[in-house]
């Protein structure tokens, strides 16, 4: 019983030792576009060891491909996605500008392992948070403004169908591209958790969605959002972006043009082929 337990953990030790640790091989393989391996098929870890992977797989990226961060993203945020996926909680992961674009766009299946559309709320703060925010009053003051978003997610795993949550923790929760809509000062919504959203792809409809999708609630999931973020060592800055899970369903980025409608925000335009 004690040597099955330490399989994994043998060869987890076995990669270190060939000189690549898990961190430098999402690194690796993001780079050369190749499939993620599972850090769940190399060790048992927890979420705690998983984020700290995805710490350093930031770093890496940080420092060796010129790149800087555009934001911070929640995902799993409903009960179904948690339990799929084996976790108790909705998990965040980091956007970086080098995947900010713009509406109108168009992207080629091919360019990704698994291309996934999300239609999300964005947030703006005020100023930098380097610290936890006691109380949801606290969290409203802080926030500027609110953002059309939509999120281009690459699930790009190499055995898809036995993915688990720290797999995804460790993998940046699986952030890629991202679409960000003109925003508007927060004063003027007068309840997040109503606001509805649709997808549409060759104008036939495709998903449907409204605020409170994300943890039952738009500012309980960014008070969530902005606290993990903080205790992960991060400071947010004003001009970070915050996307606080999906609205409606994640959907496969089938081939097609998009349009997608906030109600009183901006529509999002883009093409996937």
Do not use: C
Request: proline share 4%; charged share 20%; hydrophobic share 40%.
């Amino acid at each position: 019983m004690r040597l099955v337990r330490l399989i994994p953990f043998l060869v987890f030790t076995s990669t270190l030792m060939a000189g690549e640790s898990f961190e430098h091989s999402l690194f690796k393989r993001w780079k050369n576009n190749q499939p993620i391996v599972h850090l769940s098929s190399q060790q048992n870890a927890t979420e705690e060891e998983a984020y700290q992977i995805q710490k350093r797989y930031v770093t890496l990226r940080l420092n060796n491909n010129e790149e800087s961060i555009a934001g911070f993203k929640g995902g799993l945020t409903s009960k179904a996605g948690q339990q799929k996926f084996n976790v108790n909680n909705a998990l965040a992961g980091v956007l970086f500008n080098s995947g900010r674009q713009s509406t109108g766009k168009l992207f080629k299946q091919s360019d990704y392992g698994k291309l996934m559309v999300e239609t999300e709320l964005g947030f703006l703060l005020n100023g930098p948070i380097s610290t936890p925010v006691k109380s949801m009053s606290d969290l409203k003051k802080l926030v500027k403004s609110v953002v059309p978003v939509i999120e281009l997610p690459d699930l790009g795993f190499k055995q898809p169908k036995s993915l688990q949550g720290i797999d995804i923790i460790a993998a940046n929760v699986a952030a890629n591209e991202f679409i960000m809509g003109k925003p508007v000062s927060i004063s003027a919504i007068d309840n997040l958790n109503s606001l509805s959203v649709t997808l549409s792809r060759d104008s036939q409809l495709v998903n449907s969605g409204k605020g409170s999708d994300a943890l039952e609630d738009q500012w309980q999931a960014l008070l969530w959002l902005v606290n993990h973020t903080v205790q992960q060592g991060y400071t947010i800055e004003h001009d970070h972006l915050l996307i606080t899970g999906a609205l409606g369903k994640m959907l496969p980025g089938t081939p097609g043009k998009y349009i997608a409608k906030f109600d009183s925000l901006d529509n999002i335009e883009f093409v996937i082929q």
